[in-house]
């Protein structure tokens, strides 16, 4: 089966930098999202990674480790609307369904 | 183009009941996933199909259940509904183009249930 942790909450200021880390427990191993979920709202995708290594997308990057299970999601430069969840997820091993961690949420204060 | 669209919003029913939810995929999707979303549990797999077929199914009761159709457009129905079916339904869409494992879900607004 899939385990799945990640911090509940988590308070940064604007403007700093913040790592969201998530450890996962997996049969079987074919990628891990992190999602984006704005109260209210619908989750929107923020990053893939398979491989080993760091993913940059703007202010965002994501980190994998596959050998220690392992990966976080960093934040740069914050901003109010940063304040989210940010949920962390897994593939099943059939690679037929997200497993999702219960999310963790970030407050973003100035 | 058009997203993952959700119906109804929100509704209420009392327990007993039964409801059935809604789901219009991206067009050209085919894979349609459920899950459940609740402040203690996060968000919990339902049941994914693809091309009319369940493809899996998470680890809910047997009132949890779902369809497909042809056009992709998907529907879940619980039945005998408890206090604790109150939740987010959350409907998610995915490209059959991509590689399944690495293609992203696109999310509905979801459909918020309370029961009484």
């Known amino acids: 089966g899939q385990n799945i942790d990640q911090p509940t909450e988590m308070t940064a200021t604007e403007g700093a930098i913040v790592q969201i880390n998530c450890t996962y427990q997996t049969s079987g191993f074919n990628g891990l999202f992190w999602y984006q979920q704005h109260a209210g709202e619908a989750p929107t995708f923020l990053s893939y990674?398979?491989?080993?290594g760091l993913e940059e997308k703007g202010r965002f990057s994501s980190f994998l480790s596959r050998s220690k299970g392992y990966s976080y999601l960093l934040l740069k430069e914050l901003q109010m609307k940063d304040s989210a969840s940010y949920l962390c997820?897994?593939?099943?091993?059939?690679?037929?369904?997200?497993?999702f961690g219960k999310g963790t949420t970030l407050s973003v204060s100035s | 183009k058009a997203g993952v669209t959700q119906t109804p919003r929100y509704l209420i029913k009392t327990r007993g009941q039964q409801v059935t939810l809604s789901c219009s995929p991206i067009?050209?999707?085919?894979?349609v996933s459920w899950y459940q979303q609740t402040p203690g549990q996060g968000l919990q797999f339902l049941f994914e199909?693809?091309?009319?077929?369940?493809?899996n199914k998470g680890n809910f009761p047997g009132r949890f259940s779902g369809r497909q159709f042809s056009n992709s457009r998907s529907e879940m129905n619980v039945s005998t509904l408890e206090l604790g079916d109150s939740a987010l339904y959350l409907c998610?869409?995915?490209?059959?183009?991509?590689?399944?494992?690495?293609?992203?879900?696109?999310f509905g607004e979801g459909s918020r249930l309370t029961v009484l």
């Open positions: 990674n398979v491989l080993d």
């Open positions: 998610a869409s995915s490209s059959p183009l991509a590689e399944p494992r690495t293609g992203e879900l696109f």
């Open positions: 067009s050209g999707h085919r894979s």
């Open positions: 997820a897994v593939w099943n091993q059939a690679g037929t369904a997200l497993i």
């Open positions: 199909y693809f091309s009319e077929t369940q493809r």
